[in-house]
């Protein structure tokens, strides 16, 4: 039981870090932006405007708003 436990989380987290969900960030100064990103365990979000763009990170005190969508 102990191995499959251990198993299941190790898949939670290889997939919670490979997959990337349609987000949508406002900022503190207004602006809008869309895109695909996820949620870091450090606190941060990953963030690119296109699934091959180059990767932004912002922490918390720069977005107001953080919508995600599970369609991914």
């Given at each position: 039981?102990?191995?499959?436990?251990?198993?299941?989380?190790?898949?939670?987290?290889?997939?919670?870090?490979?997959?990337?969900?349609?987000?949508?960030?406002?900022?503190?100064?207004?602006?809008?932006?869309?895109?695909?990103?996820?949620?870091?365990?450090?606190?941060?979000?990953?963030?690119?405007?296109?699934k091959d763009a180059?990767?932004?990170?912002?922490?918390?005190?720069?977005?107001?708003?953080?919508?995600?969508?599970?369609?991914?």
């Amino acid at each position: 039981m102990t191995t499959k436990f251990l198993l299941a989380v190790f898949l939670f987290i290889i997939s919670n870090s490979i997959a990337q969900n349609k987000m949508e960030l406002t900022l503190h100064d207004g602006s809008v932006l869309k895109g695909f990103g996820r949620i870091k365990l450090d606190e941060r979000i990953l963030f690119r405007t296109l699934k091959d763009a180059d990767k932004e990170f912002y922490d918390y005190t720069t977005v107001k708003k953080l919508t995600m969508s599970i369609d991914g």
